[in-house]
């Protein structure tokens, strides 16, 4: 039976405390970090400021300050689940949260919108939702569960811009646009690596914004004998790219299986590291270690390169400019190698020129 249709325990207490909640992944998780602070002027003094996150973006909680309470739900258990969306549910309604705020542009019908409208807050506000073809219809009936809507652009604005104005709107506090560093209280102090260390991230989630090994393996030549170099990556992602698991080259380079609180201050020891558009890329840039992504153009306007208003002076971008750049991952392309056309034609000089201009700073 659907907790909506049943009768709710009666809260006693009156609403308190703010509720923002993200739906991103690790990386969005990550760039959140850097701009959350703006929107804590929406609580009333004394009142907690919970975060709600997927239970798979915990993994970055470590950037944000004690003074915010993280609430994780499993979006998959969530949708499939019901005694556990039930329990969900529940929870947040009883948390009686006088102010519910979704940071997502991009929302699903069925799973963070339902969350929401579980908590059954005093006020609601988000954005007006990116248009999803699939499910328009369904997000424009969901509307009704919003007291407030921010009209917040076109689909392609840079999305740490996006969360400024829309915290620039609910709190009508003006802000400079940040540049991408976390604050020094929470950067973790350099160790492991050295500043003779490379560290290389090759993997992506979406296996067609990767690089080839033999790229990396070509990067590691062009370098050179005098540099340590370290594949930062999951278990799994050995795993999914068998041609990792055996492969023979004259340079000594080792695996970091480290979950991202570990490796992170790894990161901000090392000389350089070199990856592409994922979640280790914007929290090494955040941590303000020198950065190359070699980024898809996929998300251009989007997410990377970052603008210049927000870019700090540690990251460096190389991408393949392409007609069709910006689509959102919905490549209209046929794939060259398995890969985006944007990143496999991406020249191997241009990533070294980046290389030459950040090891010499």
């Known amino acids: 039976m659907n907790f909506f249709k049943k009768k709710k325990r009666v809260r006693v207490n009156e609403p308190s405390g703010v509720l923002l909640v993200s739906s991103g992944g690790l990386g969005d998780t990550v760039l959140l970090s850097i701009i959350i602070n703006r929107f804590y002027s929406i609580a009333k003094p004394g009142e907690k400021i919970t975060l709600l996150l997927r239970s798979d973006s915990k993994k970055m909680s470590f950037l944000f300050q004690e003074e915010i309470f993280i609430y994780t739900v499993n979006y998959n258990e969530f949708r499939k689940k019901r005694n556990y969306r039930s329990k969900i549910e529940k929870e947040l309604y009883l948390l009686n949260f006088r102010v519910v705020v979704s940071t997502d542009f991009l929302r699903h019908p069925m799973l963070d919108e339902m969350i929401i409208k579980a908590c059954d807050a005093q006020k609601t506000i988000g954005m007006e939702a990116r248009p999803w073809k699939k499910y328009n219809a369904e997000l424009l009936l969901n509307k009704k569960f919003f007291d407030e809507l921010y009209d917040s652009g076109p689909i392609h604005v840079n999305k740490i811009l996006r969360w400024?104005?829309?915290?620039?709107?609910?709190?009508?506090?003006?802000?400079?646009?940040?540049?991408?560093?976390?604050?020094?209280?929470?950067?973790?102090?350099?160790?492991?690596?050295?500043?003779?260390?490379?560290?290389?991230?090759?993997?992506?989630?979406?296996?067609?914004?990767?690089?080839?090994?033999?790229?990396?393996?070509?990067?590691?030549?062009?370098?050179?004998?005098?540099?340590?170099?370290?594949?930062?990556?999951?278990?799994?992602?050995?795993?999914?790219?068998?041609?990792?698991?055996?492969?023979?080259?004259?340079?000594?380079?080792?695996?970091?299986?480290?979950?991202?609180?570990?490796?992170?201050?790894?990161?901000?020891?090392?000389?350089?590291?070199?990856?592409v558009d994922t979640a280790l890329m914007h929290l090494s840039v955040v941590l303000g270690a020198p950065t190359i992504c070699i980024a898809s153009a996929a998300y251009i306007n989007e997410i990377v390169p970052y603008p210049e208003t927000i870019i700090p002076k540690n990251a460096e971008f190389v991408y393949k400019s392409m007609p069709c750049e910006g689509c959102l991952g919905n490549c209209i392309l046929t794939l060259e190698n398995n890969r985006f056309p944007c990143i496999n034609r991406i020249p191997e000089e241009a990533i070294f020129k980046k290389i030459d201009t950040m090891l010499k700073c």
Request: a positive charge.
């Open 164 to 275: 400024c104005n829309f915290a620039e709107w609910i709190t009508s506090k003006k802000q400079k646009f940040p540049k991408l560093l976390i604050k020094k209280e929470l950067m973790p102090k350099s160790n492991k690596y050295n500043k003779r260390t490379v560290i290389l991230n090759p993997f992506s989630a979406v296996k067609e914004k990767q690089i080839s090994l033999e790229v990396i393996l070509k990067i590691v030549d062009y370098i050179g004998d005098a540099y340590h170099f370290v594949i930062a990556c999951a278990p799994s992602d050995i795993e999914k790219n068998t041609e990792y698991r055996n492969f023979n080259h004259k340079k000594n380079i080792e695996f970091d299986l480290s979950d991202f609180e570990l490796l992170a201050p790894r990161l901000r020891s090392a000389r350089l590291i070199i990856s």
